[in-house]
């Protein structure tokens, strides 16, 4: 009887101890039915039918983030290798969303791999069309572009694109090189310019300050000479009253 009764206890602990699940904070659980979406069971405890509803997958729905390297070509055929960090979520906690990010792939493996895929195709379109001069300065375009492709696939899967930053834009070493000796040499003949208006500015200084002087100094030879012509006459007038 005794034996009977602890196992008969046992049974009824076991059972309400699977009656209650318990949903941690930045998560939603997927709840089904022999296989088929019943719920979305959301942060803290939570009642389920006990041999009946089962966990089928549990979501987090805080930001996500993930790092991309990938290579594409330019118009003119030059390589750009690209490194990017990629900030995604989920939507909201609603149904249906939850429903389309649990049932829309078979798991999280393949969601990653079908969104990564899928940004990589976005860029590389976008830099087939442009030449690799001007890639460095669509940055931003580069950004934007993605960000209105992809934006209604992801809402299909459930999920949200908050932010795409393209943190390294790269070519092969030649093109590099090459970049490198274009931006020294404009240096260069910045400097160059900026010392020949530097030394033309001096001089011209310079011819100002000699222009001015001789001016001066004729000037003042003029007023030495009236006064020397003044005192002749009144020497001459002083002489004749004199006489």
């Known amino acids: 009887m ?15 101890f699977l009656c209650f699940v318990t949903v941690q904070q930045g998560t939603v659980a997927v709840i089904t039915i022999f296989g088929k979406f019943r719920r979305v069971m959301y942060p803290g405890l939570n009642f389920k039918i006990p041999l009946i509803e089962s966990v089928f997958r ?3 729905v805080q930001n996500r983030s993930v790092e991309l390297e990938f ?39 393949n969601f990653m791999q079908a969104l990564i895929r899928t940004i990589e195709g976005s860029i590389r379109g976008f830099v ?4 690799q001069a001007d890639v460095l300065g669509l940055r931003k375009d580069i950004t934007e572009h993605v960000k209105e492709q992809i934006d209604i696939g992801l809402e ?3 999920y949200h694109l ?21 931006v020294a040499s404009n240096n260069l003949k910045a400097a160059a310019e900026n010392e020949g208006q530097a030394l033309l500015i001096t001089k011209t200084k310079a011819a100002e300050a000699e222009g001015n002087a001789i001016k001066i100094s004729a000037s003042a030879e003029r007023e030495a000479a009236q006064m020397r012509g003044q005192g002749v006459a009144l020497f001459r007038q002083e002489v004749a009253i004199k006489v």
């Open 2 to 16: 005794v034996p009977s009764f602890a196992i008969l206890l046992v049974i009824i602990l076991v059972t309400l």
């Open 58 to 60: 549990r979501i987090s």
């Open 71 to 109: 290579q594409a070509i330019t118009v003119d055929q030059a390589n750009v290798y690209f490194k990017a960090m990629l900030l995604y979520s989920v939507i909201n906690h609603d149904s249906q969303t939850i429903q389309n990010v649990a049932f829309k792939f078979v798991d999280e493996r």
């Open 128 to 131: 087939a069309l442009k030449k």
């Open 156 to 158: 299909e899967w459930g």
């Open 162 to 182: 908050q932010d795409l930053q393209l943190n390294d834009i790269t070519f092969d070493e030649a093109i590099m090189k090459s970049m490198s000796q274009v």
